[in-house]
T-cell receptor
Framework: KQEVTQIPAALSVPEGENLVLNCSFT??????LQWFRQDPGKGLTSLLL?????REQTSGRLNASLDKSSGRSTLYIAASQPGDSATYLC?????????????FGRGTQLTVWP | DADVTQTPRNRITKTGKRIMLECSQT?????MYWYRQDPGLGLRLIYY???????NKGEISDGYSVSRQAQAKFSLSLESAIPNQTALYFC????????????FGEGSRLTVL
């Protein structure tokens, strides 16, 4: 069974810092990996989607990389801002025996203070 | 209008009552999912449907049932609600034939007293 782990569970940094959030998964047979942002009590907003054949995706100050062989993805946030404060989740779409099943990490709670 | 719409957004009910949460989508996706989110436990899959005639149990289906009335509609029912079903419930959709990207609704907060 696929397991997804996110480290750290929480992160608190001053404004302006560059950040790296980590996501690891146990089974490399994935279809894609997706990073989400969730504000308290709200739904999940898709940030970046990386297909299994891709190595990275970029959107503005966000860059996500994928290394299937090592079972890892990182989300890089450049020049962090207080508005980036939220919980960030990664999810993998499993290509294995349960095709179409998504597996989520528990998230990294990010606080960026002014 | 949102692509994935959940109703109701908030509901307070009593133990033993029947509750239905509804989800509709305008994205034309074939796959729909119901998740629940609890503090400290993350997102857990309740049921998922790959098309109208294909419904599958997720990790925590006990106490829940679903109905896929049409490609665009997927409802979650609690036949007899209990307090430990108090949670934030999310509906999501995806289309594996394209990118497989997952899109979420805004969530339905359910409180069972």
């Amino acid at each position: 069974k696929q397991e997804v782990t996110q480290i750290p569970a929480a992160l608190s940094v001053p404004e302006g810092e560059n950040l790296v959030l980590n996501c690891s998964f146990t089974d490399s047979a994935i279809y894609n990996l997706q990073w989400f942002r969730q504000d308290p009590g709200k739904g999940l907003t898709s940030l970046l989607l990386i297909q299994s054949s891709q190595r990275e995706q970029t959107s503005g100050r966000l860059n996500a990389s994928l290394d299937k062989s090592s079972g890892r993805s990182t989300l890089y946030i450049a020049a962090s801002q207080p508005g980036d404060s939220a919980t960030y989740l990664c999810a993998v779409l499993d290509r294995g025996s349960t095709l179409g099943r998504l597996y989520f990490g528990r998230g990294t709670q990010l606080t960026v203070w002014p | 209008d949102a692509d994935v719409t959940q109703t109701p957004r908030n509901r307070i009910t009593k133990t033993g009552k029947r509750i239905m949460l509804e989800c509709s989508q305008t994205k034309g996706h074939d796959r729909m999912y119901w998740y629940r989110q609890d503090p400290g436990l993350g997102l857990r899959l309740i049921y998922y449907s790959f098309d109208v005639k294909d419904i599958n149990k997720g990790e925590i289906s006990d106490g829940y049932s679903v109905s896929r009335q049409a490609q665009a509609k997927f409802s979650l029912s609690l036949e007899s609600a209990i307090p430990n079903q108090t949670a934030l419930y999310f509906c999501a959709t995806s289309d594996l034939s394209r990118t497989g990207e997952l899109f979420f609704g805004e969530g339905s907060r359910l409180t069972v007293l």
